[in-house]
């Protein structure tokens, strides 16, 4: 039986900020996996990591933040140490980011046309044609009608006239659109969403979700899918990783983590969450705050709100344990056995891991 390679593979990602207070561990020992074509979610609260996960990708990390374990395998080439030309020729064009604010992205000064076009500019790329280089009037044109192209594909009306136009010039919705078109316009392999509808209303969300899923259906495009809302990962994901304190708590098929949770926190998660239908039942927020990620409690980060933990969650790490076929949990409730009070944790973790 032949082996696919996922399109994009993280192994052990780890990413430290140091501050004067200690180091701020933003991702910790992070795997994720994300096939051709697929579309991954990553949920969870403000703070846990979520799109520095994205910007390691890119590797696009503040300094004096750092990588400081893992790789990250893109068409089987590992991203973590590569030359800054080498990255320069994936990044924006096999690899391209929807950032979270349209109007800091854009750039004021220049129409919004010709921040597209600069893209296919930089990376010497017209999809579909094989002219030369260097640079000569066939090939602006050319590059003019490629961003055209992606401006209609986005559904950005008048394209024509609205390549000269400002980014204040464009509404939110439309901002957000010329942003897509910037990131698809040289048909990327894997596109990377950061919050791409938190500052949109509902209507345009709805919008700009199904405009990416026609994206991922007509092209083919890997979507990872940065959100703090479970609703929008489950109406556009197929898979979804919950984030909690810098590692994922549990991750499986959309509908298994939706319907039904193997982790506390996605439980919580899903119980905030306001239902219309439900009339009668009441929102249940999640009690104590966020943990500082400078000063972890030991164990499971999430114990101290968990309503099911128990003294041993405490003692270390748990790890992601297979809680089905494609289903994974960090969360002691899966194992088939009763931990004994005088058991060691070591012996515990092996027997998890049997």
């Known amino acids: 039986m032949e082996i696919i390679q996922p399109l994009l593979e993280i192994n052990g990602l780890s990413v430290t900020y140091p501050t004067k207070r200690g180091k701020v561990q933003a991702i910790n020992n992070l795997t994720l996996k994300v096939p051709a074509g697929g579309r991954l979610g990553i949920v969870g609260e403000s703070g846990c990591g979520k799109s520095t996960v994205l ?3 890119l590797q696009l990390i503040n300094r004096p933040g750092r990588i400081t374990s893992g790789e990250i395998k893109f068409d089987g080439k590992n991203m973590v140490g590569i030359s800054p030309k080498e990255l320069r020729n994936i990044r924006g064009r096999d690899i391209t980011m929807i950032f979270q604010d349209p109007q800091t992205t854009l750039n004021p000064v220049f129409p919004v046309g010709e921040q597209i076009r600069e893209s296919l500019r930089l990376h010497q790329l017209i999809p579909g044609t094989t002219l030369p280089w260097p640079f ?3 090939r602006k044109r050319l590059e003019k009608e490629r961003v055209l192209q992606a401006m209609q594909e986005v559904g950005i009306p008048s394209a024509s006239d609205r390549y000269s136009a400002y980014p204040h010039q464009f509404s939110g919705g439309m901002q957000q659109r010329a942003l897509i078109a910037l990131a698809l316009v040289c048909e990327p392999k894997l596109l990377l969403a950061d919050e791409p509808t938190t500052a949109l209303d509902v209507t345009i969300q709805a919008q700009i979700l199904n405009l990416m899923l026609k994206i991922n259906h007509d092209h083919h495009t890997a979507i990872m899918l ?10 556009f994901c197929d898979t979804i990783s919950v984030m909690y304190a810098g590692r994922v708590v549990e991750q499986g098929p959309v509908d298994i983590v939706v319907t039904d949770p193997q ?3 996605t439980s919580g998660l899903l119980s905030c ?5 439900n009339k009668g039942n009441k929102i249940q927020p999640i009690p104590g705050n966020v943990p500082d990620i400078i000063n972890l409690p030991p164990g499971c980060a999430f114990a101290p709100r968990c309503p099911i933990a128990q003294p041993i969650c405490s003692q270390a790490t748990i790890p992601l344990l297979q809680t089905g076929e494609n289903t994974f949990s960090r969360c002691l409730k899966h194992v088939n056995f009763k931990p004994d009070p005088t058991w060691s944790w070591e012996h515990i973790i092996r027997i998890c891991n049997e």
């Open 136 to 138: 000569d009037i066939a």
């Open 55 to 57: 910007l390691s990708i």
């Open 226 to 235: 940065v959100t703090h809302d479970l609703g929008v990962a489950a109406e």
């Open 273 to 277: 969450r306001p239902s219309i239908g």
């Open 263 to 265: 982790h506390p926190y």
